[in-house]
């Protein structure tokens, strides 16, 4: 489920989609690379969520899954 690129760039899924990434990168860092804002998000890796107080030690490998969900409001 990885590919990998030459250098320090590598690739992930992330919703399903190829993502690249720099080696070391936690999961705040892929966020903030995707332009996505920390707030109102949930993060499964692997099909488990990652609390939020762990996305800055959590890094990120070719290897994992990453679903990136968004919180909506609604009735």
Do not use: C
């Amino acid at each position: 489920m990885s590919r990998q690129t030459n250098g320090a760039i590598r690739e992930v899924q992330v919703n399903g989609e190829w993502r690249e990434f720099t080696e070391g990168s936690s999961l705040t860092d892929l966020l903030s690379s995707l332009g996505l804002p920390e707030k109102g998000l949930a993060i499964a890796v692997n099909g488990d969520v990652v609390p939020k107080a762990d996305w800055p030690e959590t890094l990120v490998h070719p290897t994992s899954r990453i679903e990136i969900v968004t919180a909506v409001q609604g009735g």
